[in-house]
């Protein structure tokens, strides 16, 4: 029996991959800043664990809770949605600091046990705008596009390891309130839309949320294609997930 740990399980992808794994068969440690288990069936094979990928003391201490794993998922991630010139460095530190340098901490973190046993699974869940450029989403597409590059390095660093590294690239998510949560998160972090933007804004913001017809993608997409990614050697290392994300990704 393999195990997997995932990070940033408290809702949506992370939530409905630990479920998938959990289903067929797989030990599942899922990870997230405040731990819940009433998110999960009941299983003997599930471990909940906190974990602040940004907190270099709680990666330490989930390492050695962890103990040998055969998968790690970085899905941990937050949204901005934001007019740059409104934003401050602060804000965008912070935005990489999960998206971009916590998955990378983590990663850097697990890596021992897996070059020593050389085996194992590296997966790094991105976005699918790094396909497609949007507006008000520069620094979130920016820490993502970061991951895409450590990602497609680190892949070729550790193939003398027998160590795969794969990118999930989601696409939107009704399932997950992206937008309303990129949009609190800028209300959290005191980012200001110039008035000069403000009508722009507003008609974006009006726009990612009424695509109620569009192509969109399933956090069960997420998951499925992660399972691929975990379990096909042979998967490519980009592999779009949802209908959009796989529309772009044809398109580009």
Known sequence: MK???ITGCSSGFGLETA???LERGWKVIATMRTPREDVFPRSEHLRVLALDVTDPRSIRETVEAAGPIDVLVNNAGVGLMSVFEGT???????????NTFGAMAVTQAFLPQFRQRKAGVIVNVSSSTTLKALPMLAVYTASKAALNAFTESLALE??????????VLPGRSPETPFAQNAQAQSRKQSVAVPEAYADFARSVFERITGQSSAPFTRSLDVAEVIWRAVNE??????QPAGADAVELARAR
């Open 3 to 5: 195990t997997i740990l």
């Open 19 to 21: 479920r998938y794994f």
């Open 233 to 238: 050697p042979s998967s490519p290392i980009r």
């Open 158 to 167: 550790l193939q003398p390891f027998n160590v795969r590294v794969r990118l």
């Open 88 to 98: 401050s460095m602060e804000t965008v530190r912070a935005n990489f600091e999960t």
